[in-house]
């Protein structure tokens, strides 16, 4: 079975995030053993170096990091690869074939990951060309997880 | 002031969903007036005729795009345009410096949008190369057009 941990730096903080992460959970159930890393984002103000503050998170998701068995590092990135579902389906079939079955997803905070993350990352995956919330893009990740899991068992689903 | 109205087929069927898009309408209020015109969409089933459920969709959009007064029509389209959130914001005060000022978006249904909507369209959109849900490209949409304000007014917008 596929185990898949998720870093992410920083909370889901409305209630409405929150539901629908729950709601996606719970559809992946069947599907995959999931463990939320959830660390708490650096505070920032424009006065502060914008390297120090990644390089502090990275530090704290190198901790995180230590503790899973076999991460296969997939790094979200705004200028990493963008795939089609269909493609994205296929690259966890590939790996799943390779019996890497242990992915681990890291999610950045508002100023995206440090350089020392990105470079550990088998795979650096960009959601869209569009920035948005590290909430929004939470949820995004768990529906095209969800997705991939309907291509590659042939089931339907109509979105 | 900027006039919004979105055709959309189907609704938001989870809670957290219209949560969340009350949230990012209640963020536009002083940015924009919107209008949703919620349209039903056809139901189908394997052995229809994708191609006469997407004319009947579209015969309902035009008779919704008939009652709106210069409509600048921008179509979701998963073979339209990237933006980069910042080419977005820079398209729609384009558009405003123009006194193009009542932007009309579309999202379709699950089988995507009729030829002939498409070709009326001025803009066709692609949000992600990724396929997603059409409830949350709507509350994606209203993200994007919030931070396009955002970033029209030079605010601040940590995400």
Do not use: C
């Not at 569009?130 to 969800?146: G, K, N, P, S």
């Amino acid at each position: 079975m596929l185990h898949i941990d998720l870093i992410v730096l920083g909370k889901l903080k409305e209630a409405f995030w929150q539901e629908a992460e729950a709601e996606y959970l719970k559809r992946l159930k069947p599907w995959a053993k999931i463990i939320i890393h959830q660390l708490r984002e650096e505070s920032f103000s424009e006065k502060d170096n914008i390297e120090n503050i990644k390089q502090k998170e990275a530090e704290k998701i190198l901790a995180a990091l230590d503790k899973i068995k076999d991460a296969h590092v997939i790094a979200l990135d705004e200028h990493g690869k963008n795939f089609s579902s269909i493609d994205f389906a296929k690259q966890i079939n590939q790996l799943t074939n390779q019996q890497i079955n242990n992915l681990t997803f890291i999610i950045g905070g508002p100023l995206g990951l440090h350089e020392s993350i990105l470079k550990l990352a088998k795979l650096k995956l960009s959601l869209s060309s569009m920035t948005f919330t590290h909430q929004m893009a939470r949820v995004f990740l768990w529906e095209q997880i969800y997705r991939a899991m309907m291509i590659n068992t042939g089931r339907n689903y109509h979105y």
